[in-house]
């Protein structure tokens, strides 16, 4: 079953790398047309321009932080460890769904099984953190049963 949360692992991982990249590339496209924005007969039109530029650097300097903390948190996950409790990097085979905790990445596919990636703070995961195998709870109404923790 290690194997399935090595995927897990760097499924999470390929998307904070590809989310980064992107990001990147937005911030290397703005700066050069923050740099080759010139001066013309319109001077507020330019300011303009060069405030909403600017605007979207800082947006994208924050989304940017949100990436480096999903990387802490990856970096905390241990796969290896084995737990009986529901904790950080758990996968949990659930009467509703499968869930890997770590960080919000979206659903893996592999062999017709899905598995939601999702992050500590997530209201599914809250309500999961700490119970084990055979413990139920209430979710949005549903009653789940935690059928497997790996």
Known sequence: MLK?????????WDGVDARTASLKK???????SLNSETKSSAGDK?????AMVQLEQEKLGKQLLELEKKRAILQKVDIAKTSAKI???????????????????????KEGVD???ISPNAPIAQLLLG????????????????????
């Open 26 to 32: 937005r911030g290397d496209e703005l700066r050069e």
């Open 115 to 117: 598995v939601f990636c």
């Open 87 to 109: 904790v950080l990097g758990s996968l949990i085979k659930t009467s509703l769904a499968n869930y890997f905790i770590a960080i919000s990445a979206g659903a893996f596919q």
């Open 131 to 150: 119970k084990e195998q055979g413990d139920t709870t209430i979710f949005n109404g549903k009653k789940i049963e935690i059928l497997e923790v790996l």
């Open 4 to 12: 399935i949360k090595e995927q897990l692992l760097q499924f999470c």
């Open 46 to 50: 330019h300011e303009t321009g060069r």
